[in-house]
């Protein structure tokens, strides 16, 4: 057993994860983190590449930022937070081209130009840093529960080490989830670690969820591969499999087109409207785009392809846990959030931002979690190492029942993925789909809330089973309870979108999910 | 998915096995990595990146290929392994892709 003490622990090692540790061990905190896979690989940011929300300092430029989206969002992000997001995006991109010495493009005058990050390369850098701070790393080390002290305050998270196969324990004065959003484990890239823990350890602390109905992201990959890349699909055509145009259907507008094509037949797709120049920057922007091409002989430019969809949940999605102070606290003391496990609301409203917009985020809630975490430990004056601390963990590591019969963790993971990864289900939404749907997932809850529990390196699986039945259905109960269409929530029995519901829906509770409005953001014209 | 470990190439450093973010990986008894759950695999292409002998092949399939299939074979693969690393621009006398990025020429037209 790995029994350490820090003032800081970060569960995950993308982006998020890697800005507060380093943040919180500028801050003076001693710092431990912990991934699921390992931090530099691990994550829908280090196999992709992704554009950046990084905006000159311009009030007209950042103005005409903030604006784009908040029609597409339905009018639920904050201006605040995204002017907070592009002050401190800003900085962190200098840091990353002056400390990590990231080797960005120049333009012709030998600007550099920071409006993008290759992921392999971001992380590798960012994992070179986190280690120069002196954060102590356990990779391959997912966390399976928080630590809370007698009052409700996270004190720490436990796990267990994959490669020597131990449990570990870190007691810790504040705690910041950054393990991501869940994609379900669909094999959309880089995604299959994103598994949705962190929103059920935070909903077992006490913490609450919002936006959790803007969670039907869908990008688009050639079939059979793991390659999404929706921007570059903008250049696309969509076919009927007798090679006629697939009228209406499009990578931006029209994607729904596609999915509701693909229950029926396969669709073909050509990338025959990109230019020689942007063909030759499609290869450059993310060469393992064109691997699944190249590597079957395939032209994108020329041939007719089969594309298919693959689910990004919450990783696309806005949904998350919410978010209670500026310093990315939740409710709960000494629990901070950060990254895709939060919510992205606050910036994106109800339609997601895209890579750029949770590049962003990323980073900047990364910072502010780490340095708000380690402001909570040092406030503690020494004591985070001292409580006497209980585990929080309920579902797939202790059952209410222990009588071993019941299914196991890849009966629930296929009974959850029935649920939320069909096209008919999630993303083309209806009351009349949504409602038999979410039954079936609550009756999946009691099953596995009863019986599931596993050892080791299964438990971790039962502990990832149990977050995503839970993160379904936090899903279909806010995608009910939002009974219209705002964002990327499509309700097709309510196409419309009602003034009256211009609020966030909070989600919680685990064997009982519930919802409420948020108090209503400030009025921006709708 | 992953579906070649060169032994021919392979200097067993264990990077692969280090990386790996689903744990695909465990040392064999001669020190080469083998594709223990690979199930796991992702096909994130990560492994065949940091792999500095180009001794890992990932085949573009989210299914691992049927027996037979060219997809495993390493000498019909050829150079295709450790293409990515190259395409990255990792290891010596390389530019680093990032260096070399054009998002920007597009994305400009995606918000025109």
Same mark, same amino acid.
């Given at each position: 057993m790995t029994d350490l003490t820090a003032d800081v622990f970060v569960a995950g090692g993308g982006p998020a994860g890697a800005w507060a540790a380093i943040k919180a061990a500028e801050a003076g905190a001693s710092v431990v983190l912990a991934d699921k896979g390992y931090l530099g690989t691990s994550g829908a940011t280090a196999s992709g590449g992704t554009g950046v929300w990084y905006v000159e300092p311009d009030p007209a430029a950042r103005e005409a930022a903030m604006a784009s989206r908040e029609s597409l969002g339905g009018h639920l992000a904050d201006r605040d937070w995204m002017a907070r997001v592009l002050d401190q995006t800003y900085a962190n991109m200098r840091e990353i081209a002056e400390i990590s010495r990231y080797p960005f493009p120049e333009d012709a005058d030998g600007r550099q130009i920071r409006r993008g990050l290759q992921g392999p390369e971001y992380m590798r850098r960012m994992r070179v840093r986190v280690r120069r701070s002196g954060v102590r790393i356990l990779d391959h080390s997912p966390v399976t529960e928080l630590l809370a002290d007698a009052s409700g305050a996270v004190a720490g998270a436990a796990g267990h080490r994959l490669r020597a196969d131990e449990p570990f324990r870190v007691r810790a004065g504040a705690v910041v989830l950054a393990t991501g959003g869940c994609a379900f484990l669909s094999k959309a890239l880089g995604c299959d670690v994103n598994t949705g823990d962190g929103a059920l350890f935070a909903a077992e602390a006490g913490a609450e969820l919002s936006g959790m109905e803007f969670s039907n992201a869908y990008a688009i990959a050639p079939?059979? &591969?793991?390659?999404?890349? &929706?921007?570059?699909?903008?250049?696309? &055509?969509?076919?009927? =499999?007798?090679?006629?145009?697939?009228?209406? %259907?499009? $990578?931006?507008?029209?994607? $729904?087109?596609?999915a509701r094509t693909l229950l029926r037949e396969p669709?073909?797709?050509?990338? /025959?409207?990109? &230019?020689?120049?942007?063909?030759?920057?499609?290869?450059? %922007? =993310? #060469?393992?785009?064109?691997? !699944?091409?190249?590597? =079957?002989?395939?032209? !994108?430019?020329? /041939?007719?392809? #089969?594309?298919?969809?693959?689910a990004e949940g919450t990783v696309r999605g806005t949904g998350g846990i919410r978010i209670a102070g500026n310093d990315c606290s939740t409710s709960v003391p000494g629990l901070f959030a950060a990254g895709d496990a939060a919510t992205r609301e606050l910036i994106c409203g109800g339609f997601t931002g895209g890579g750029s917009h949770n590049s962003a985020w990323a980073m900047s809630s990364g910072t502010w979690a780490g340095q708000g975490a380690?402001?909570?430990?040092?406030?503690?004056?020494?004591?985070?190492?001292?409580?006497?601390?209980?585990?929080?963990?309920?579902?797939?590591?202790? !059952?209410?029942?222990?009588?071993?019969?019941? #299914?196991?963790?890849?009966?629930?993971?296929?009974?959850v993925q029935a649920q939320v990864l069909p096209y008919d289900k999630n993303y083309l939404r209806h009351g009349d789909r949504l409602a038999p749907a979410l039954d079936v997932l609550d009756a999946a809850w009691r099953d596995l809330r009863a019986t599931l529990r596993a050892d080791g390196a299964d438990g971790v699986r039962a502990r990832s089973a149990a977050a995503m039945a839970a993160h379904a259905r936090w899903m279909y109960r806010a995608a009910l309870a939002r009974t219209e269409t705002r964002g990327m929530h499509k309700r097709e029995d309510r196409p419309g979108q009602d003034p009256a519901q211009h609020h966030r829906l909070v989600t919680g509770g685990l064997d009982e999910v519930w919802n409420r409005p948020e108090t209503p953001v400030p009025a921006v014209a709708s | 998915m992953i579906e070649v470990v060169s032994a021919a190439r392979c200097v067993t450093c264990d990077i692969c096995i280090r990386v790996c973010p689903t744990d695909v990986f465990e040392r064999g008894a001669d020190g080469v990595p083998v594709i223990a759950r690979q199930g796991d695999c992702q096909t994130c292409f990560m492994c065949e990146a940091h792999c500095p002998a180009d001794a890992l092949y990932v085949a573009p399939f989210a299914d691992p290929v049927p027996p037979g299939s060219p997809h495993a074979d390493e000498d019909v693969l050829g150079a295709a392994l450790g293409e990515y690393r190259r395409l990255v621009g990792w290891g010596g006398g390389r530019t680093p892709g990032s260096r070399l990025d054009k998002n920007h020429l597009f994305t400009r037209r995606l918000r025109s």
């Amino acid at each position: 057993m790995t029994d350490l003490t820090a003032d800081v622990f970060v569960a995950g090692g993308g982006p998020a994860g890697a800005w507060a540790a380093i943040k919180a061990a500028e801050a003076g905190a001693s710092v431990v983190l912990a991934d699921k896979g390992y931090l530099g690989t691990s994550g829908a940011t280090a196999s992709g590449g992704t554009g950046v929300w990084y905006v000159e300092p311009d009030p007209a430029a950042r103005e005409a930022a903030m604006a784009s989206r908040e029609s597409l969002g339905g009018h639920l992000a904050d201006r605040d937070w995204m002017a907070r997001v592009l002050d401190q995006t800003y900085a962190n991109m200098r840091e990353i081209a002056e400390i990590s010495r990231y080797p960005f493009p120049e333009d012709a005058d030998g600007r550099q130009i920071r409006r993008g990050l290759q992921g392999p390369e971001y992380m590798r850098r960012m994992r070179v840093r986190v280690r120069r701070s002196g954060v102590r790393i356990l990779d391959h080390s997912p966390v399976t529960e928080l630590l809370a002290d007698a009052s409700g305050a996270v004190a720490g998270a436990a796990g267990h080490r994959l490669r020597a196969d131990e449990p570990f324990r870190v007691r810790a004065g504040a705690v910041v989830l950054a393990t991501g959003g869940c994609a379900f484990l669909s094999k959309a890239l880089g995604c299959d670690v994103n598994t949705g823990d962190g929103a059920l350890f935070a909903a077992e602390a006490g913490a609450e969820l919002s936006g959790m109905e803007f969670s039907n992201a869908y990008a688009i990959a050639p079939a059979f &591969t793991s390659v999404t890349k &929706t921007a570059f699909y903008s250049f696309a &055509t969509f076919y009927h =499999q007798d090679g006629s145009v697939l009228e209406g %259907a499009g $990578s931006r507008r029209g994607r $729904s087109v596609i999915a509701r094509t693909l229950l029926r037949e396969p669709v073909l797709c050509r990338i /025959d409207r990109a &230019t020689e120049d942007e063909r030759r920057a499609m290869r450059l %922007a =993310q #060469p393992n785009f064109f691997l !699944p091409f190249d590597r =079957q002989g395939i032209d !994108p430019f020329r /041939d007719l392809f #089969p594309v298919t969809l693959l689910a990004e949940g919450t990783v696309r999605g806005t949904g998350g846990i919410r978010i209670a102070g500026n310093d990315c606290s939740t409710s709960v003391p000494g629990l901070f959030a950060a990254g895709d496990a939060a919510t992205r609301e606050l910036i994106c409203g109800g339609f997601t931002g895209g890579g750029s917009h949770n590049s962003a985020w990323a980073m900047s809630s990364g910072t502010w979690a780490g340095q708000g975490a380690a402001r909570y430990a040092a406030g503690l004056g020494g004591r985070a190492g001292t409580r006497t601390v209980r585990a929080l963990g309920e579902a797939g590591i202790r !059952p209410s029942r222990a009588d071993g019969s019941g #299914p196991g963790h890849r009966e629930v993971v296929a009974a959850v993925q029935a649920q939320v990864l069909p096209y008919d289900k999630n993303y083309l939404r209806h009351g009349d789909r949504l409602a038999p749907a979410l039954d079936v997932l609550d009756a999946a809850w009691r099953d596995l809330r009863a019986t599931l529990r596993a050892d080791g390196a299964d438990g971790v699986r039962a502990r990832s089973a149990a977050a995503m039945a839970a993160h379904a259905r936090w899903m279909y109960r806010a995608a009910l309870a939002r009974t219209e269409t705002r964002g990327m929530h499509k309700r097709e029995d309510r196409p419309g979108q009602d003034p009256a519901q211009h609020h966030r829906l909070v989600t919680g509770g685990l064997d009982e999910v519930w919802n409420r409005p948020e108090t209503p953001v400030p009025a921006v014209a709708s | 998915m992953i579906e070649v470990v060169s032994a021919a190439r392979c200097v067993t450093c264990d990077i692969c096995i280090r990386v790996c973010p689903t744990d695909v990986f465990e040392r064999g008894a001669d020190g080469v990595p083998v594709i223990a759950r690979q199930g796991d695999c992702q096909t994130c292409f990560m492994c065949e990146a940091h792999c500095p002998a180009d001794a890992l092949y990932v085949a573009p399939f989210a299914d691992p290929v049927p027996p037979g299939s060219p997809h495993a074979d390493e000498d019909v693969l050829g150079a295709a392994l450790g293409e990515y690393r190259r395409l990255v621009g990792w290891g010596g006398g390389r530019t680093p892709g990032s260096r070399l990025d054009k998002n920007h020429l597009f994305t400009r037209r995606l918000r025109s």
